[in-house]
């Protein structure tokens, strides 16, 4: 997985058939809205924005190690940051994207230092992030700002890139995630390489007080990372709102959206970045296989859930790390002739900056 | 007088690491053995190997003849294997008596030297004075002598002790020790671990000596006392200090 | 209006407390955290509305029927989905509960699709006036009899030998280990038990409290905020937040919206957490 940004130099089989599937599989997401029923796009759009809010948990969740049930929040955030600032009061839509990303990232700040600070363990971290979300949540659902229990309407008109809307549409909005979630893949990927920062979160993560004597400033970065991850996780909250014309508490802001993310990136593999992508696009799929089959969509979603959860207890009961790794490790199995020590010290050498 | 613990290429394990690689050791009938070793060499390891705490593999395990690999801790206490551990691991929130009474529920039923509770008093006079005190603000020697009482009120068969003078002033450790005598005076075998060299040979009837996981000597106690120029070598302690305890 | 509150806070109060105290027996002696426990009362309500009573009787039997049903269910996922994950480093444990909190959620919305449903009165009476508050029968039976069971645990915990077990597992499981204990016994048992309880709170609780499959969720947040807040060290210290609770709750519904009353409280938990967990962690938490 890496080595498609480092040169396309891929260092062994794996990251060959790897590094072909990615390419082919970007290909693929870019031509298609073409090749697929129209209805369909807005399932593929679905897709993305289940694969990138796992993404941008993973930021915090697998990179930083901080397993958080707050980034509904950030979600929320980012979807009621348009839905009040353009479709109430007129702001620029991007403008409203923009500050919905401030704001998020701010809590997402705030939370991690109040929590360092008061030195909270992992269970408690996940236990006081889901009071908080659940908080956020019981707010919104009592304050006439974000509309109560009926939410807000987008009662705007007019389309376009500038107002990003497109009524009938789902194509443009479409591809704006579509590079909206590389971009946020290159930056990820920018970041765990070539930053101080960066690098030092795969080691906060497996003993935050070692990685403390190595001198990282583990509280400074755990911050930075729920910081950077709550802002990113705005955005697909603002382009679902976008896209359904629609926010409530219910459709953004509930605590099992957060814990759909943390689960859905320990599915696909906490420790990849294609992980948490694979299973969102997975998740949008068994959905719409359900939907075909005539099943009521409050059942849909019931399942989709279930299976969620059945999948990642089995996962972890099997001892594994997710799909994504488990296919690596498969991988790794039927090319085990192959592997010569270089590769295998060339893995862990890059195990312990990234996380392909 | 049969072996009360026989153990043949014990391999004990923590997590991935192998900490005591094909060790033999035999405790006999009625005997006190000493297992020294400097710190880190792998004698609390050794044991809770032993006990069934840790992923452990051997030739031949037997206790008083029966075959023990794979035994769970609970079982290795209910044949007769009591080990009173370094960390005392006592239950701070219950009285002394309590501590003892859940122990003496919990006996195995064979004919294990009795040590009613009245006896453990008379062993262990501090004890009595402190009977509903609880264990958690009992000072460090009252704490080693309540784990081996604890220990013996479960009617070991076989009685280990990891370090009962770890951290105690000099006149306690000789209570202690004299303590110990006497109930190795009732016939009871008892593996002794400490790295107090001199003391725990004099009391002693055979030695192992444990370096990095290995059995390094195996002698008769006098045999290996006679060595000690060897031993302070070995155990990169001075003999000549030992009075002052470890 | 503050008889209301008190009266009613008081009588919920005292069922939070049974159902924290299920909650807590599991915390205490395994240091699990069970983000399922909430929907194991669950299991108490839908089962009862599934199997409709219609007489005292078949309520107090079927009531009897969840509960071991829950022991069962708690026995099987302690041994196969938990027992794995202690003692271990990782975060197994708490997505495995949190997955199988969400599973029976959404297993419960999909078999019961209908939010907010009861079932009838059982008890042979309904309604009682306590200083001048109406009181439901329900409410009424269900706070004694969780009062009631609570004494009885309280008991089992200090008198028996399986709580001396339990309570020498919470305070050194070296000790227990040392001392022969057979501890996995003992958490299966312990956990399934915290089920049982959960189960026979949720029975208690169904003739008067609507139940939607979100509640499970509800009712875990609450569990933990006994536990952390007053169930560290005795099981009477949950008893009495359980209390406070439920006087908070009923004291906020009646100033402010439901919703914001909840909101007001889980906030209140955050706090509660930032101020608190040293005491649990650092502190190996027994039993006084």
Redesign the interface.
């Known amino acids: 997985m890496t080595s498609l940004l480092s040169g396309l130099r891929p260092s062994g089989p794996r990251h060959a058939i790897n590094t072909v599937l990615v390419v082919f599989g970007l290909a693929f997401a870019f031509v298609y809205p073409f090749v697929v029923d129209p209805a369909m796009v807005g399932v593929g759009f679905i897709a993305l924005i289940y694969a990138m809010r796992n993404f941008t948990w993973n930021i915090a969740g697998g990179l930083a190690g901080l ?1 958080s049930l707050a980034h509904v929040a950030g979600f929320g955030i980012g979807a009621f940051a348009v839905a009040i600032l353009a479709w109430e009061h007129g702001f620029n839509v991007w403008l409203a994207i923009l500050i919905g990303m401030a704001l998020s990232g701010i809590l997402g700040v705030v939370v991690s230092l ?2 360092s ?8 971290f ?3 992030t ?3 979300s ?6 919104a ?2 304050w006439s700002v974000t509309g109560q229990v009926d939410g807000l309407q987008n009662h705007t008109s007019g389309e376009g890139f500038m107002k990003l809307q497109w009524f009938l549409d789902p194509k443009p909005l479409y591809y704006v995630a579509l590079v909206a979630l590389i971009l946020i893949v290159v930056l990820t990927v920018w970041m765990t390489r070539r930053t101080r920062f960066g690098r030092s979160l795969p080691f906060i993560r497996e003993d935050p007080d070692m990685a403390a004597s190595m001198g990282i400033d583990v509280i400074r970065n755990q911050a930075l990372a729920m910081g950077m991850s709550m802002a990113l996780t705005a955005i697909p909250g603002s382009l679902i709102a976008q896209y359904t014309s629609f926010v409530s508490y219910e459709s953004v802001l509930t ?2 959206i957060g ?1 759909l993310m ?2 859905g990136a ?1 599915i696909g593999g906490s420790s990849t970045l294609a992980g948490p992508i694979v299973a969102g696009i997975g998740i949008a799929a068994l959905e719409e296989g359900l939907r075909s089959f005539d099943v009521t969509s ?2 849909v ?3 989709t ?2 299976v ?3 999948v ?2 089995l996962i ?2 099997l001892g594994a790390d997710g799909i994504v790794p488990m296919w690596n490790a498969l991988l790794d199995r039927l090319f085990a002739t192959r592997r010569g020590e270089g590769e295998r010290a060339q893995e862990s050498d890059e195990k312990e900056t990234t996380h392909a | 007088m049969d072996t009360a613990l026989s153990v043949e290429g014990l391999r004990v394990w923590r997590g991935r690491s192998e900490i005591v690689r094909s060790v033999d050791l035999t405790i006999p009938g009625g005997q006190v053995v000493a297992l020294l070793g400097a710190n880190g060499a792998g004698k609390t390891t050794l044991i809770e190997g032993i ?1 069934g ?1 840790l992923p452990m593999k051997a030739e031949k395990f037997e206790l008083f003849g029966d075959d023990v690999r794979g035994a ?3 079982e ?3 044949k007769g294997l ?4 370094q ?8 009285s002394v008596e ?1 501590n003892l009474e ?2 003496a ?2 006996a ?1 039923r064979h004919g294990g030297h009795r040590f009613s509770l009245d006896e453990l008093y008379d062993l262990f006079p501090r004890l009595a004075e402190r009977k509903v005190q609880y264990a958690g603000t009992l000072s460090g020697g009252e704490r080693s002598m309540l784990a081996i009482a ?2 013996l009120a ?1 009617q070991p068969r076989v009685l280990v002790l990891d370090e009962p003078s770890l951290g105690l002033a000099p006149i306690i450790v000789e209570l202690i020790m004299s303590t110990i005598q006497r109930i190795a005076a009732s016939g009871l075998p008892i593996l002794l671990v400490e790295q107090n060299v001199n003391q725990t040979l004099a009391m002693s009837d055979w030695g192992y000596v444990l370096e990095s996981g290995e059995i390094s000597s195996s002698d008769s106690s006098d045999a290996l006392l006679g060595s000690a120029a060897i031993l302070s070598g070995y155990l990169a302690v001075d003999v000549e200090s030992m009075e002052g305890g470890s | 209006m503050l008889m209301q509150i008190i009266v009613t806070g008081l009588l919920q109060g005292v069922i939070y407390a049974l159902i924290g105290l299920g909650l807590f027996l599991v915390f205490n002696v395994m240091r699990v ?1 069970n983000f399922a426990h909430g929907y194991f009362v669950l299991i108490g309500m839908y089962g009862l509305l599934w199997l409709d009573p219609g007489s005292l009787a078949s309520y107090l039997l079927y009531a009897l029927a969840v509960a071991v049903a829950a022991v069962v269910f708690g026995y099987v996922i302690e041994r ?2 938990l027992e ?2 202690l003692h271990k480093p990782g ?2 444990q ?3 509960t ?3 909190g ?2 029976m ?3 419960f ?2 078999k019961f ?1 209908e939010p907010y449903q009861t079932i009838a009165n059982p008890w042979p009476f309904s309604s009682v006036q306590i200083f001048g508050v109406t009181v439901s029968a329900g409410r009424l039976m269900a706070a004694i009899i969780s009062l009631a069971l609570t004494i009885a645990i309280s008991w089992i915990v200090y008198r028996t ?1 399986l709580g ?1 077990n339990i ?2 597992c919470s ?2 499981l ?2 227990a ?7 996995p016994w003992v958490y299966r048992s312990t956990f399934a038990f915290g089920a049982g309880i959960a189960a026979v709170a949720g029975a208690l609780l169904i003739p008067f409290q609507p139940v939607s499959p979100h509640y499970g ?1 509800d009712l875990t ?1 609450k569990a ?1 905020i006994l536990v952390v807040i007053g169930g560290v060290a005795s099981i009477w210290g949950t008893v009495i937040a359980g209390v406070l609770l439920g006087m908070a709750e009923s004291a906020g519904s009646v100033y402010i ?1 439901g ?2 009353t ?3 409280i ?2 209140m ?2 706090l509660v ?3 608190r ?2 005491g ?2 650092v502190r ?1 938490a ?3």
């Open positions: 397993l109040i929590m600070r008061f030195g909270v363990n992992a269970f408690f996940a236990l006081g889901a009071a908080l659940l908080a956020v949540s019981g707010i659902a009592s605590l099992e814990i943390l689960v320990i409050s059942s979603s019931s399942i859930q279930i969620y959860a059945a990642v207890i972890l009961r | 006990l705490q769970k801790p609970w290795m206490v209910r009591v080990v009173v551990p960390e005392r691991y006592l239950f701070t929130d219950m309590e859940i122990a529920k919990r195995g604890r220990g479960l | 955290v196969w989905l794995f994950t975060h197994a708490l997505v495995i949190i997955s199988l969400i599973a959620q959404y297993f919305q999909i699709p030998s001396q309570r020498a305070q050194s070296p000790g280990v040392h001392v022969g204990i057979n501890f969720l947040i933990f919206s919703s914001l909840s909101s007001v889980y906030l938990f955050l957490i930032l101020i967990p040293q649990l962690i190996k027994a039993f006084a």
